[in-house]
């Protein structure tokens, strides 16, 4: 499995789960837990979550998925934006570290920005740290001039991620985020050693046709593939960038595994470019 490294050098897989959408049916609880457990003994063991994702109830699917395996897997949870102060934080990582029923959370990020000032989520994500609840902090749906003013606030610097919408529909962060994630990461001398990782949602196009796509299926043919694991490959090619698709379903599930797998070559990746061509100037970053 590829993997893409923290800051301390820690490696996480550069392939890891989504879970938005589950925890919403019971009586889909045992086939979402199923799926998540065949996506970790096939090295898809990070697993990204949210309080919002169900209003909880996806942390108790990952909860049980993870149930007996807790030390295989890399857990990521998310913060709703008006939880995000220094009185409420504390509070929604307790609750979220019930839920999914472990004693630390690997990486905990701000869903999105809101009204709560960056500098005070950055302190008490630092004191959560500290007192050992989450070992990670990160951002999501953060654009270029958001991870620049996180930067300039007293341990900004400390972000381990940025979580955002990329997949051959949505090249936005090409004009603009990517190129800084890769600076970042290219230890400054202000960050030695920085690393930024960029973990790309909806890598196979959220179920809204991506996958149905005439070029991508011959590509996919081939590869003696399928549309998502080319369009897998296709975010996996950057480095750095952690790769997360949902699936509930364990065709999908064992289709995204073997994404890893896929070379793809130059006539691919310009055919691709033709039908799905990157931006050229700077676009703001779009959120799902
Ligand atoms: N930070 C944010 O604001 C944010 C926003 C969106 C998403 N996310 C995270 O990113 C994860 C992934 O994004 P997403 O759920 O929006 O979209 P996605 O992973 O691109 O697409 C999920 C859809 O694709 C289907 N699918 C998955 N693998 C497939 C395969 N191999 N072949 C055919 N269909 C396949 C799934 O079906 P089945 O479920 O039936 O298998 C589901 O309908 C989320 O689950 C969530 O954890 C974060």
Not at 21 to 33: C, I, L, T
Not at 127 to 137: D, E, F, M, P, T
Not at 154 to 182: D, K
Not at 211 to 238: C, F, M, S, Y
Request: with cysteine; glycine share 6%; hydrophobic share 40%.
């Amino acid at each position: 499995m590829k993997t893409v490294q923290l800051s301390d050098g820690e490696r996480v897989p550069a392939l890891g789960q989504g879970t938005w959408r589950m925890g919403e049916n019971k009586n889909s609880h045992a086939d979402e837990v199923a799926a998540l457990r065949l996506g970790i003994d096939l090295g898809m063991t990070l697993i990204d979550t949210a309080e919002m994702y169900g209003e909880g109830s996806a942390e108790k699917v990952v909860a049980d998925a993870i149930d007996g395996q807790r030390d295989r897997v890399f857990v990521v949870t998310k913060v709703y934006p008006h939880n995000a102060s220094r009185t409420k934080l504390p509070k929604a990582c307790e609750r979220s570290l019930k839920r999914l029923r472990i004693e630390v959370i690997d990486l905990y990020l701000l869903h999105w920005r809101g009204d709560v000032p960056l500098a005070e989520t950055v302190e008490t994500f630092e004191q959560l740290r500290s007192s050992g609840k989450i070992r990670y902090w990160g951002v999501s749906n953060f654009d270029v001039e958001d991870m620049k003013e996180l930067f300039t606030i007293e341990n900004g610097t400390a972000c381990a991620a940025n979580q955002v919408l990329y997949n051959l529909q949505h090249r936005e962060i090409e004009s603009g985020l990517l190129p800084f994630h890769e600076q970042s990461t290219n230890a400054s001398p202000a960050r030695t050693n920085h690393q930024l990782a960029l973990m790309a949602y909806s890598p196979v196009g959220h179920g809204r046709g991506l996958l149905e796509n005439a070029t991508l299926k011959k590509i996919a043919k081939r590869h003696d593939g399928t549309p998502a694991q080319i369009a897998l490959a296709w975010v996996l090619r950057q480095p750095g960038v952690i790769a997360i698709p949902k699936a509930s379903n364990e065709t999908h599930v064992r289709d995204n595994a073997q994404a890893t797998e896929i070379e793809l070559t130059k006539k691919d990746l310009a055919k691709m470019d033709r039908e799905f061509p990157p931006p050229k100037s700077k676009q703001p970053l779009p959120v799902l």
